[in-house]
C-alpha cells in the first residue's frame, strides 16, 4: 500500500469512528427495523401513486394531496425520521467540510 491508500485508509476510519457517523447508521438501522415505520411508509407510498393517480380529477386531486401530506407529516415527525433527518444534515456538512479540506 502506497501513502495515499494509507491516508485515505485511516481518513475512512476516522469518518466510520466519529459519533456523528455511528449515530446515522445506527438510527438508520432502527428506522429500518421498526414495524410501525415500514407499514407507515407502505401507505405514504400508496398515497403518493393515488396523488399521481388523480391528476385528471381536481376535486379528487386535492382530497388525495391532502391525505398524501398528512401521512407524510406523521411519517417525517415520528421521532426516529425527524433525528435521522437532523443527523442526515449533519453528516451531509461534515463529509462535505471535509471534501473541502481535501480539495
Known amino acids: 500500500m502506497n501513502n495515499i491508500e494509507n491516508a485515505l ?4 476510519r476516522e469518518i466510520m469512528n466519529s459519533e456523528l457517523v455511528k449515530e446515522y447508521f445506527r438510527l438508520r438501522a432502527l428506522i429500518g427495523e421498526n414495524e410501525e415505520l415500514k407499514a407507515l411508509k407502505i401507505k405514504v407510498n400508496a398515497a403518493q401513486v393515488a396523488l399521481s393517480l ?3 380529477d381536481e376535486q379528487e386531486h386535492a382530497l388525495k394531496k391532502a391525505e398524501y401530506e398528512n401521512l407524510l407529516a406523521v411519517y417525517d415527525n415520528h421521532p426516529l425520521v425527524a433525528n435521522f433527518t437532523s443527523i442526515q444534515s449533519e453528516v451531509h456538512n461534515f463529509l462535505k467540510n471535509i471534501a473541502d479540506l481535501l480539495d
Open 54 to 56: 388523480s391528476m385528471a
Open 9 to 12: 485508509d485511516n481518513l475512512e
